[in-house]
């Protein structure tokens, strides 16, 4: 049944604020609810809500909404909405299902420069929930709601959590910033520690060979991957099946193919011999119908009766579940001295309707999210007790407080050969993820097309860890020169684009320019149009990309630079120009060639 045809219509709280009336409805049920609100020394609203019931019961669908004038609000972000920003009529409830292993549970909308005018977060980023928003067409006012328990949950007695309301007049990228900063102190959800090499380039095989693997090929692509600056390889699906047809029939028994790797133990020595460490691929929740796994496993699934006939979902509130997973990804550090883990799918641990209701019979944990929590925080200190720099990617959409707390990379959801989604999804993940590395998806293009269109895909994902996955072997010279120009500049400048304050501009249309800056240095493309605003002081060295197709760009500065060295490459790493020149607080249209970089180096004054 739709969220919208279950949402219930019997208030039984009215709770005044300051600036909100909110109204809290749930399901007829034998809890009783407390709602409170409270004022955060940051100026945020905290709304509080205490549910108890006597005895053990499933605790209702619970639902707070309250209306605020939309009056310069103009569009929404939330984890998942992707290129869609416009706000919608509330007739249709519209926002974002989020749980641990999918999405985040925020909300914010937001005027058309990009300032916050209200974002709401639950702090409950565990169990289902849901958050949203929409236009009262009668009224011209917006509508939000908040609603708990959106799956089913196990019976409890007791429930705490609560609602942040921040309607400050900031950039709404520096409210998500302190709302991923509330749920690692106020809700717990302390993010795992990030290796060195989850912070630098990497070569993925996905795009470049699919299933089709083989380890002189791969060893061959990393002994050109090193010194173009790339320190580890990912090597995805197809190591543990000789099947090349792509689907997951044969995922489960997750034992390396001899067809393809006859001593997988060697080759991954010969990878770290290259100087590369080795990641390798698990889809974490399939099971198919090829495995061996299967057979064990077939009465401890979480979608039994499904159509699907290949593969099935595990169900992991049964132990032996997650210890078979565990030991699993044991065996492959203890085996073959892998380095990292690129574990897929983990949104795909849903209920059935089968077994959304199912409780005991040999299940340990009656909680779907709670299962999957105890899941990857058992697998990570196993893993980190043998290897502690060892790496976890998770992929978009599971890239919420919950997985920060065990993954150590997060990357964009596949957009393969789209700079633009891949540049989209790269800041909408940024905006949540504080210190947790986050990678582009990987990273292709076919190799006859224009050394300056190839280069959009590395120009769109410079404030992200790049992941390439094109057969380098079969790199034309131009693009073999581009890639080495680029991941030379990204690690040079790794400490702006990865750690300066981060300034996405104009989200309403998708950020087209983005800007990093410390004190020192300050970075800005450009995706779209022709105009730069370097605001405020500019650093010592201020670099400006063409991320556009356009010939030249206007750069306008709000203080004067000064005396400074410009210098203009194109994206081979070719230097087109050298020259002082004296700039003031006015625009200047310079021309930087397609996929160009221009660097402003200031002067000292007796050089001026």
Not at 72 to 79: E, N, R
Request: hydrophobic share 40%; with cysteine; aromatic share 10%.
């Amino acid at each position: 049944m739709h969220l919208n045809d279950r949402l219930p219509t019997n208030v039984l709280h009215t709770l005044t604020t300051e600036g909100y009336t909110i109204e809290l409805l749930a399901e007829d049920s034998p809890f009783t609810i407390d709602i409170s609100a409270s004022r955060l020394p940051s100026q945020r609203d905290e709304i509080s809500l205490h549910l108890h019931a006597d005895t053990p019961a499933r605790p209702p669908l619970t639902y707070l909404r309250w209306r605020i004038p939309m009056t310069d609000i103009h569009l929404q972000w939330h984890p998942a909405c992707g290129a869609s920003r416009q706000i919608r009529a509330n007739w249709g409830i519209h926002g974002v299902h989020s749980k641990s292993s999918r999405n985040a549970p925020v909300f914010s909308l937001y005027s058309m420069t990009g300032q916050n005018r209200l974002t709401f977060a639950w702090m409950e980023a565990l169990q289902a929930t849901f958050l949203g928003a929409g236009v009262v067409e009668e009224t011209a006012e917006i509508e939000c709601c908040a609603v708990l328990f959106t799956e089913p949950m196990p019976p409890l007695t007791d429930y705490h959590t609560s609602l942040i309301l921040d309607d400050r007049d900031l950039p709404f990228s520096q409210v998500l910033d302190g709302i991923a900063d509330l749920w690692e102190v106020k809700g717990g959800y302390q993010p795992a520690a990030v290796p060195e090499t989850a912070r630098l380039p990497m070569y993925s095989t996905w795009y470049s060979y699919h299933q089709q693997l083989d380890p002189a090929a791969l060893e061959a692509e990393c002994a050109l991957a090193k010194p173009l600056g790339m320190d580890a390889i990912i090597v995805d699906d197809g190591w543990q099946t000789d099947d090349n047809a792509r689907g997951y029939a044969f995922c489960g028994d997750w034992q390396v193919t001899p067809g393809k790797f006859p001593d997988f133990k060697a080759h991954v020595a010969r990878v770290h011999d290259l100087g590369m460490q080795f990641i390798l691929w698990f889809s974490v929740p399939f099971v198919g119908r090829h495995s061996q796994a299967y057979e064990r496993f077939k009465d401890m699934l979480l979608d039994p009766d499904h159509d699907q006939p290949a593969w099935h979902v595990l169900d992991p509130r049964f132990p032996e579940v997650r210890t078979y997973l565990i030991d699993l990804y044991r065996s492959f550090i203890t085996d073959y001295g892998i380095d990292g883990f690129k574990l897929d799918f983990i949104d795909t641990f849903q209920f059935a309707p089968e077994t959304e209701s199912s409780l005991g019979g040999g299940r340990d944990i009656d909680s779907l999210a709670e299962a999957v929590d105890r899941l990857l925080m058992d697998a990570l200190t196993a893993l980190k007790a043998l290897k502690p720099e060892v790496m976890i990617e998770f992929r978009q959409a599971y890239i919420g407080p919950v997985m920060r707390k065990y993954g150590n990379m997060l990357r964009v959801g596949d957009v393969p050969n789209d700079f633009h989604g891949n540049r989209i999804g790269m800041v909408d993940v940024r905006l949540l993820a504080g210190s947790t590395a986050v990678h582009s998806d990987m990273l292709m293009w076919n190799l006859s097309d224009r050394v300056e269109s190839a280069a959009m895909q590395l120009v769109h994902v410079l404030f992200s860890v790049p992941q390439i996955s094109v057969r380098l072997a079969e790199l034309p010279p131009a693009h073999r020169n581009m890639l080495r120009f680029y991941l030379d500049f990204w690690r040079e400048n790794r400490d702006v684009l990865l750690d300066g304050e981060f300034l996405p501009e104009d989200p309403g249309a998708l950020y087209p320019v983005v800007q990093a800056r410390t004190r020192e240095k300050g970075i800005a493309s450009c995706y779209s149009g022709r105009l730069v605003d370097i605001r405020g002081r500019v650093p010592d060295i201020q670099y400006i990309i063409n991320g556009t197709m356009n010939e030249e760009l206007l750069i306008n500065f709000e203080e004067e630079p000064g005396a400074c060295l410009l210098t203009i490459w194109d994206c081979e790493g070719e230097e087109l120009q050298s020259l002082q020149v004296d700039f003031y607080d006015e625009p200047y249209m310079i021309a930087i060639p397609p996929a160009g970089i221009l660097q402003l180096k200031a002067l000292p004054p007796d050089e001026g």
